[in-house]
């Protein structure tokens, strides 16, 4: 299963290095959606430094509805699906193999979009520590479900707007519980709730997540 | 009777079409089965479900000893097929998809250069993206990593189309040289004046059904597989 | 349904696949074309009955200081948003049992199928009934209140799973999508309870936990709430009987048409 996972995600990412399209679309978007978020809200007032993390995760999680459709376009070419199904890897390890592709894809545009909240937004940096482990257990559920769900959307027509529909819902307690940990670390917005507990919801959600997708992966590949 | 194939009023669905309606097919080791017919006669469905990528949803079906209708995952890394679509990521190069679809198959690296330059596909054509390939020269990478997977049944879909003249001999030696050495190999055609010289025996699939299935070659039931191919037109 | 193809000379070898495109249908039984039947009439007058007198007892409830008339919506709205967990809680066991191999039968992802599509129309009535109670208290139509948002999360959830239901596929790919869905659909409902009650603590106005219980609230206003959720109950149960059975009427109808198509598909083969 590992091995299978660290072939798929090595193809998909030497993919992604080879036609650019996360480089030169996915991040460039990213990005845009924060400069939009500043012509939404007034940049003077402080409102952008304040809401700077909730509009950080929003910036990420439209980005990984990308990032995810993009995995899926990969392997809708003609015969692919045939192939994967053919080809004796073990479903497990192409679903944590797509997963992982997605999970390092989402780290360096979090980084690229971290460095754009310093700049345009004028946060002050802190609690590294903090934000790496919210970052890595919010990234981890995100790519997980966003797998998942772009699995199960696939192979039927409308799919581009089947996917956004299940997955924004899904992964709302993501979107909440990684802003609200970002904020404590950041030290911006009212500790109501130990940011312990908020990385444990990612923590959980992530597990259910990924064990979903190991299990159920192999019966979604066989739809016809 | 080593039979590789053995299907009885097996029918398969496409959503609610029945594309397959009742088939009757027995296909013995080491041949090589043309199944002509029209188009939409069903023939790629037929490759399909042998293939355990189309469920069977009755009669009864058996590839390579694993029932099709109770396991029809086991068979999938034992048959290769070659289908309308080469199955090639447009932006890895035809050594990387190479590499990739046989690794996913367990293959040895070692074959990789060998099957490569089987079809021309050595030098330079191999470093150059799939998207970049012409129809033909994707057909050659497909069949490439057919050669490299080895399987024992090989399904190939109207694998004549496409590839010019210097790739159908390369096709026909290869199929010779694997049913010689005990593989088994149904082409599908709706051509089949080049697929029948190569084949040892032919039917006519239509409607979902063999309507006309060519006289079984005696020689071949229950006998171990032949140095030489057999011909009949 | 075998075949029964004496006026054709078709379809005479081959058995034609009893059930095939519905894996384990009970399409053997004796087809009913309606889908009424004692049970239906049964839960369908106790339902009207139930609710008739929920609204005979809600009308009648005193108009309270605080919300006046509003607080007769507790008449209504406790059953109606009951009603949408049980809706949720029968999906997810009917797509559990669809994916547990034994008990695998097109009857319940039928079932899942019927009790999200009346599921979500009662988590719509939960949104627009706590939207109307909270209005006189919170002055506006909205607030981020955590039941509320949950509601609203689920509602989008389900839609997405009812949306999913109708992209076209085979009967057991649907089937097997969907009850994947409906599973993880579940499984969030906890994250997002959890998230969206801590998000919200220090926000948390007024929720139906302090409108409802005992202290300033008599014992009229406790029965009328008893009796919508037993009168919600009843109506959806009620509305799944039918909604199964028109399921499966289609089921059946489809069937049907596959010893159509097979005989059809085979007489391609006869020369034009």
Known sequence: MWRDALLVAGKDLRIEARSRVATNQVAPFAVLVLVLFAFALDPDRGLLTRAAAGLFWVAVLFSALLAVQRAQTVESGEGTGDALRLSGLDPAGIFLGKAGAVVVQLFALELLLGAGVVVLYGVDPAGYAALGATAVAATLGLAAAGTLYGALATGSRGRETLLPLLLLPAVAPVLIAATRASEAALGIGGLDVAPGDWLALLGVFAVVYVAFGVVAFGPLMEEE | MDAVVRLRSAVCLLGRFPALAGVDLVVARGETLLVAGANGAGKTTLLRALAGLVPVVAGEASVLGYDLRRDRRGVRCRVGVLGHGPALYDDLTVADNLRFWSRAGGAPAAVLSGALARFGLDGRLADVPAARLSAGQRRRTALAILVARAPELWLLDEPHAGLDAAGRNVLDDLVREVTAAGATVVLASHEPDRAAALASRTVLLAGGRITEAGPFPAGLVGEPPRAEPVHVA | ?272
């Open chain 3, 1 to 272: 349904m075998t075949t029964e193809t004496s006026t054709t000379d078709m379809a005479t070898t081959a058995p034609v696949p009893a059930g095939t495109a519905t894996a384990g249908a009970d399409v053997s039984e004796p087809v009913e074309r309606s889908t009424s039947g004692p049970l239906a009439l049964s839960l369908g007058l106790a339902a009207v009955l139930a609710l008739g007198a929920t609204v005979a007892l809600g009308l009648t409830l005193p108009a309270t200081v605080e919300q006046g008339a509003y607080s007769r919506l507790i008449a209504i709205h406790p059953g109606v948003a009951w009603a949408s967990y049980i809706a949720v809680a029968v999906t997810a066991l009917a797509s559990a049992l669809w994916l547990w191999p034994r008990t695998r039968s097109a009857r319940w992802d039928r079932t899942a199928g019927a009790s999200a599509e009346i599921g979500v129309v009662f988590t719509a009535l939960t949104l627009a009934t706590g939207s109307i109670w909270g209005r006189p208290t919170w002055g506006v139509w909205w607030v981020w209140d955590a039941r509320l948002t949950l509601s609203a999360l689920m509602l989008a959830l389900y839609l997405g799973y009812l949306a999913l239901r109708r992209v076209p596929a085979s009967p057991d790919a649907r089937a097997r999508r969907s009850a994947v869905t409906a599973l993880l659909a579940v499984a969030v409902v906890p994250l997002n309870h959890f998230a969206v009650t801590w998000w919200r603590t220090l926000h948390q106005g007024r929720s139906l936990a302090q409108l409802d219980p005992g202290n300033d609230v008599d014992g009229a206003f406790i029965a009328a709430m008893l009796l919508g959720l037993l009168a919600m109950t009843l109506v959806y149960a009620w509305l799944l009987v039918h909604r199964v059975r028109v399921a499966r009427l289609e089921d059946e109808a489809e069937d049907a048409m596959l010893a159509l198509a097979i005989a059809e598909r085979r007489r391609e083969a006869a020369p034009a």
